[in-house]
């Protein structure tokens, strides 16, 4: 299904909603499963443009995910019964 990218305008507006949890959780709310996947994409690009680590080294997408527990373990706490691949 084609959909459009996320607007200039909207990725500002959500860099700023980050520190807002309501305006973010609002602005997460009316967009469709295509666009929440760009602003999951757009999201990591950005902390991973902007990231360092304690020694002031850029971060990795691993370096980042290492911390973070497996997506596997994540759905068995919140009791979630979709395989996987869904």
């Not at 959500?14 to 309501?22: E, G, H, M, P, R």
């Not at 709310?29 to 929440?36: G, W």
């Not at 990231?51 to 997506?71: C, F, Q, Y």
Request: include cysteine; proline fraction near 6%; charge should be negative.
């Amino acid at each position: 299904m084609p959909h459009e990218g996320l607007s200039r305008e909207f990725k500002i507006d959500l860099i700023k909603a980050v520190y807002d949890k309501k305006i973010f959780d609002d602005m997460l709310s009316k967009v469709n499963p295509y666009q929440l996947s760009d602003i999951q994409e757009f999201l990591w690009d950005a902390a991973l443009y902007v990231g360092r680590d304690e020694e002031g080294n850029p971060l990795t997408r691993e370096a980042i995910t290492s911390r973070m527990l497996p997506t596997t373990e994540y759905w068995r706490q919140q009791l979630c019964g979709e395989p996987l691949d869904t």
